[in-house]
């Protein structure tokens, strides 16, 4: 057994890691060589500004009276610039887009993951490869430029982050702050020659990053009067800095302009996804090298904005974000950004035939750069028969096409030569991809191969240890093969090592390919177990094994689809809802029954409701509130606590009148704190204060509650309650209360089924596992050293005692652990649908972008980047704790060893991970990348929590594993 928890152990940790090794691997090639345009370039400085947040509607779009909210930046437009615009690409976040904007390549996920200010991996930027850049705005962003540069030359100015307050009264004076920076900068370089004579060299850049939109659209939404005021406030701001500038260089037209939005923004006041609210942001240029006013006619784009912005007459110039980069390179004349992937939009460029096609050379040939280095690596490191060049652009092709361009250009033939290079730049992107993912299919065989053999292992455990479907096996049968085995998987061990070192492969290829090689050796061990198992298999009627595999395969791809399809839980909940009638437990306990209908009936309508945090509302979080302390009355009256009129019954009574109280409390911080937020009063700071005692007592109250299993039930239910009613802003709160009512009438109906097949207690030797709980294990901690340090989980399931008078603090009887029955996959699955309704019920988990920051206000409003998602996700954390409770009560009740059930649930965990992996996707919104990934690996990851541990030795069950390695059970049996 100990063999099996190492390899489960093992076999997650690297199909977690493989996900992101094979997926999100980084796009950067290094070693290349950087290119200018060798020519005169038109401008000595860029003035960069980037409205981060900024809608191109809400910008280019006019207000109720016809007119502008930017008359600086629309008279630019109409008289003496470009515009168009921008299309970023998924994630609309803030980190990719401003990466895209100045290093001109779209950043992958697992970077954006490392770091925020930070750099996860070294890049090139505009910024680094020119002379000097000042740059003015967020701790949040500037960092990571200044960082990544080689030398001293960018210089940042930065606010407190303590001014990023989403309570703030006016968020636009981030903006203003800016403004008066870059003002007072330059009023003090008139009187600094040093400084001045710096700023009067060529290639410098001067970068203003303008938070406030975005802080004011998601406090306030972007169609607010803050928002809107706010777009006002930067057009005056940026009129300012240009006059400014102009007068500063005494107006020498060296200086060119650009504004910009690294993402745009939701109607409720999120992005990340691709809604094209969130992926269309505006773009206007101006200045030295910029084409001026280009009138338009009969232009066709896919939307209709022209005619809703009027500028139906003015030429409209889309881009996609990460061109801007090649654009910026070209117009102060230093070398394009090295991971460039970007092509430059000639459209906006104000100079000669000549100019424009050298231009596009040089972008094309710094991308061919990057695909060269790229190839020559990969094929160093392959073997010579084995390797498989980009058939579009061999080498003899590319030499070809660039000779081709050089001579059109010396023969003043200019469109040909762009064109050429438009099309080299589109095939070097490709090759680059080619060349990027060319190891994904050889690793992911090999990923996949270890976690078949991981899962058919497990399986042939569940079958050996756990049922009586197998017979004994005796020690002439296991001589007779057992020492060839080892020599066969050896020699293939040493082959594949071979093979790796001969291709000088990293050393994660190695646990990749040798992994399955481990894993099958002990599936093909229990050779005998998997024969027993098949010829029974043969021996059940063809239609029942089908019909069951079938349900089986549509139970778990119905849980797959519900990951991009929240509504199919609700089918599958009225599904759940006919569950008492098919298994006749209607009969036996009508009551119980109608309620699971019932509850299951209203649960199924939280997935058919929009995401939270579209709409908020106050009274629903108040009627949460006032129906779970209505509910709580209820159950205390039924179960009858105040029958023993003793000192401790007295002292167990007052915890449910505290955690009571604490609701109520909490329900005055939520209106209170949402009140003072809507009058701009900011968050009270005892507000803040109460709302972190409340978290903080909601982990330790549930352990002075009674033990017995309903009444310790309620009392974790009322502490997660009172924290989840803070972390509402809608419907979401009565979510938890209704699963809370459905999982108390699950646990009964549980029993009912056990007691209606009159299941007998299986031998004595078989012992109970315990649950091994991650969550808990970081979360609860605490209570393993101050409370159960020493102390021994014990349980009392007597049969035919009442589920209500069971009792954690009771010895367990291992007598009455049974083995599988059918019915036992049942209830896994129940458990495992639960889960995901827990994660999917009113929202999608995979994307922050479903959540609203307003959800933490009560207890921080500053932007904290971590200290919210934190929170966020213990919101999302907390009906996935009701869920584990309600299994381990069912475990308890059911007298069924937490061993074989997990076994169970592993298995059909594993299965749905690893159809996740066949799903991953390397591109797209937070919500794509996330739905796959992320959920692919929480899923085995928990799993092989789950599952490795319950496989620990008999004799690690008792004392010290329930003190240590157990805190759920810890808080049910304190």
């Known amino acids: 057994m100990l063999a099996f928890f190492l390899i489960g152990f093992l076999v997650h940790l690297v199909f977690f890691a493989a996900i992101f090794d094979i997926y999100f691997t980084s796009p950067l090639v290094h070693g290349t060589t950087p290119h200018r345009v060798p020519r005169e370039p038109p401008a000595k400085r860029l003035v960069l500004f980037v409205a981060d947040g900024l809608r191109a509607d809400t910008f280019f779009e006019l207000d109720t009276e016809g007119q502008t909210r930017s008359p600086f930046l629309r008279n630019v437009i109409e008289h003496s610039g470009s515009w168009g615009v921008s299309h970023t690409r998924v994630p609309t976040e803030s ?8 290093a001109g390549f779209y950043e992958d996920v697992s ?9 996860p991996v070294e890049y090139d930027s505009v910024f680094n490869e020119s002379k000097h850049t000042w740059c003015w705005g967020s701790p949040d962003i500037l960092p990571m430029f200044a960082k990544g540069a080689s030398g001293d030359h960018v210089y940042t100015h930065m606010y407190p982050a303590e001014k990023e307050d989403f309570a703030a009264a006016d968020a636009s004076k981030l903006d203003t702050w800016v403004f008066n920076e870059v003002k007072n900068f330059f009023e003090y370089a008139k009187s600094n020659e040093t400084l001045s004579n710096k700023m009067k060299a060529d290639q410098v850049v001067y970068f203003l990053h303008l938070l406030g939109l975005d802080t004011n659209g998601h406090a306030h939404r972007p169609k607010s009067r803050e928002y809107m005021e706010n777009i006002r406030t930067v057009d005056k701001g940026v009129e300012e800095v240009v006059l400014l500038i102009e007068d500063f260089f005494e107006n020498d037209k060296k200086t060119a302009f650009i504004y910009t939005s690294d993402h745009g923004m939701t109607e409720w006041g999120s992005h990340g996804a691709g809604h094209p609210s969130e992926t269309l942001t505006p773009l206007v240029a101006w200045g030295a090298g910029i084409n001026g006013r280009q009138p338009g006619s009969n232009q066709q784009f896919q939307d209709d904005f022209l005619q809703e912005w009027k500028l139906n007459d003015v030429r409209r110039l889309d881009v996609n974000q990460a061109d ?66 980009f058939k579009s652009l061999p080498l003899s092709k590319e030499q070809d096409m660039l000779r081709t361009v050089r001579l059109y250009i010396q023969q003043h033939q200019y469109d040909e030569a762009i064109k050429l290079c438009k099309s080299l730049i589109k095939l070097g992107l490709e090759g680059l991809s080619y060349y990027h993912t060319y190891d994904r299919i050889f690793l992911g065989t090999s990923v996949v191969l270890g976690f078949l053999g991981w899962i058919s292992y497990a399986f042939v455990l569940i079958v050996k240890f756990h049922t009586k479907l197998t017979k004994p096996i005796s020690k002439l049968d296991k001589l007779s093969t057992d020492h060839l085995l080892p020599v066969i998987f050896i020699g293939a061990g040493v082959m594949i090592t071979l093979f790796l070192m001969i291709q000088s492969c990293p050393w994660t290829y190695y646990i990749y390919c040798l992994l399955p090689v481990t894993v099958w050796y002990a599936v093909i061990k229990e050779f005998r177990v998997i024969k ?47 569950w008492p009638l098919q298994s006749k437990l209607f009969y036996r306990n009508k009551a119980m029954s109608l309620s699971w209908i019932s509850f299951c009936f209203v649960l199924a309508l939280f997935p058919l409701m929009p995401v939270v945090g579209r709409s908020p509302n106050i009274t629903f979080v108040t009627g949460a509130g006032l129906l779970t302390i209505i509910c709580t009355f209820v159950f205390c009256t039924s179960i009858k606590m105040a029958k023993q009129q003793t000192f401790g019954a007295t002292v167990k ?13 909490s329900l005055y911080i939520v209106n209170t704190t949402h009140s003072s937020l809507a009058f701009k009063h900011g968050l009270p700071l005892i507000n803040q204060i109460i709302s972190w005692t409340i978290l903080a007592s909601s982990l330790l109250i549930p352990l002075i509650s009674s033990t017995f299993i309903f009444e310790r039930l309620l009392s974790i239910y009322l502490s997660l309650m009172s924290t989840y009613l803070l972390f509402s802003t809608g419907y979401e709160a009565l979510f938890p209360l209704l699963l809370s009512c459905l999982t108390f009438v699950w646990i009964r109906l549980e029993q009912e089924t056990i007691q209606f097949h009159d299941i007998s207690p299986a031998p004595k030797g078989i012992q109970s596992g315990r649950l091994l709980s991650m969550t808990w294990l970081i979360t609860l901690a605490v209570f393993q050293k101050v409370h159960m340090l020493g102390k021994e989980r014990k349980f009392h399931t007597s049969e035919g005692k009442k589920l209500s008078q069971m009792d954690f603090a009771q010895k367990v009887d291992t007598t009455q652990i049974r083995q599988l029955r059918l019915d036992d996959i049942r209830r896994s699955y129940f458990f495992i649908f639960f889960i995901v309704t827990a994660f999917f019920g ?49 475990q308890v009740s059911t007298q069924l060893s937490s061993n074989s059930l997990f076994l169970i649930v592993l298995l059909i965990s594993d299965i749905m991970a690893l159809h996740f992996f066949f799903l991953v996707k390397d591109s797209g919104s937070w919500l794509d990348i996330g739905t796959r990934a992320k959920f692919g690996s929480s899923l085995l990851t928990w799993s092989g929590s789950q599952g490795s541990k319950h496989f620990e030795p008999d004799y690690f069950v008792g004392s010290c594993q329930s003190s240590f390695l157990n805190p759920l059970s810890v808080i049910m049996s304190s």
Not at 111 to 119: H, I, L, Q, S, T
Not at 539 to 559: A, D, W
């Open 842 to 890: 009113t929202g999608n988990i995979a994307s922050i972008n479903s959540f609203d920051p307003a959800s933490v206000y009560c207890f921080l409003t500053v932007f904290n980047p971590y200290a919210m998602g934190a929170l966020m996700m213990w919101k999302i954390l907390i009906p996935f704790v009701i869920v584990m409770c309600a299994i381990e009560s069912i």
């Open 653 to 665: 009574k007052s915890v449910y009148v505290a955690q009571s109280l604490i609701i109520v409390l």
């Open 324 to 389: 801007i980069a090649p654009l910026m390179a070209s117009l102060i004349g230093v070398p394009f950004p090295l991971n460039s992937v970007g092509m430059l939009p000639l459209e906006y460029l104000n100079n000669t035939d000549q100019f424009k096609a050298e231009c596009m050379l040089t972008n094309a040939v710094q991308v061919l750069e990057q695909f060269k280095v790229k190839m020559t690596h990969k094929k160093k490191n392959t073997l010579t028969f084995l390797f498989s060049p």
């Open 532 to 578: 027993n198992i098949f010829n029974l298999f043969l021996t059940l009627p063809p239609t029942k094994s089908i019909g069951y595999l079938l349900l089986f395969i549509m139970g778990i791809e119905t849980m797959i689809v519900s990951f991009f399809c929240r509504e199919v839980l609700s089918l599958g909940l009225v599904a759940f809802a006919g």
């Open 95 to 102: 980190r990719p887009g401003h990466v895209a904007l100045i």
């Open 111 to 119: 970077a954006v993951a490392k770091g925020w200010k930070e750099n």
